[in-house]
């Protein structure tokens, strides 16, 4: 079985100061796993994802995760948080077995907000 | 290109009524896959359908749940006798092959409220 937590219902930050978005997994194999954002009243709009190699995953506007097997995390970050990142983030994960099932098991969202 | 579209947009209904939700992939996406996200629930699978393959039903959550994709591409996700707890926003996505390291592209969703 595959699961994801996202620790914080909840994230503020200050505009122009760092942001972390937490998430942690758990599979039985290795992990691909994915970074969605979601604005109000709109679908799922793909961040980044790891597949394999560089730890470090730099995906759309400017936001980057960092794989770490060690601790079973794929944390999401950005150096310079705008207010117009404020929306709600998704982590998800799927097994790399080939017998696994290939839909996406989702965290359960994370709000961001981002104080001018 | 154009994205996975899903219409309709909205949905009112009342219980015990049938609905049928839309969902067109992006052309050429052989993968197709329903998720469900309700209030508190995040979001969850409901079917994942990969070219000709017999579907994988094992999220959909009762007998009332049946989804088709005819042709390989447009799929129709229906909710027979509808309940309240089935209000929720429908998520379509789609993938080039169902591999399980490809990107899902997310459809804008379909907001149904049972009354």
């Known amino acids: 079985a595959q699961s994801v937590a996202q620790p914080e219902d909840q994230v503020n930050v200050a505009e122009g100061n760092p942001l972390t978005v937490k998430c942690t997994y758990s599979v039985s194999g290795n992990p691909y796993l994915f970074w969605y954002v979601q604005y109000p009243n709109r679908g799922l709009q793909f961040l980044l994802k790891y597949i394999t190699g560089d730890n470090l995953v730099k995906g759309s506007y400017g936001f980057e995760a960092e794989f770490n097997k060690s601790q079973t995390s794929f944390h999401l970050k950005k150096p310079s948080a705008l207010v117009s990142d404020s929306a709600l983030y998704f982590c998800?994960?799927?097994?790399?077995?080939?017998?696994?099932?290939?839909?996406?098991?989702f965290g359960s969202g994370t709000q961001l907000t981002v104080l001018p | 290109g154009a994205g996975v579209s899903q219409s309709p947009s909205n949905k009112v209904t009342e219980k015990g009524k049938d609905v049928e939700l839309r969902c067109d992939p992006i052309s050429g996406h052989t993968a197709l896959y329903w998720y469900r996200q309700s209030l508190g629930q995040g979001l969850e699978f409901l079917i994942y359908?990969?070219?000709?393959?017999?579907?994988?039903k094992s999220g959909l959550p009762s007998d009332r749940f049946s989804a088709e994709r005819t042709g390989g591409s447009v799929s129709t996700l229906t909710i027979q006798r509808t309940q309240q707890e089935d209000s929720a926003v429908y998520l379509c996505?789609?993938?080039?092959?169902?591999?399980?390291?490809?990107?899902?592209?997310f459809g804008p969703g379909t907001r149904l409220l049972v009354l």
């Open positions: 359908f990969q070219g000709n393959s017999a579907p994988d």
């Open positions: 998800a994960v799927r097994d790399k077995g080939t017998g696994s099932a290939r839909q996406l098991t």
């Open positions: 996505a789609s993938s080039s092959g169902g591999l399980t390291a490809e990107t899902q592209y």
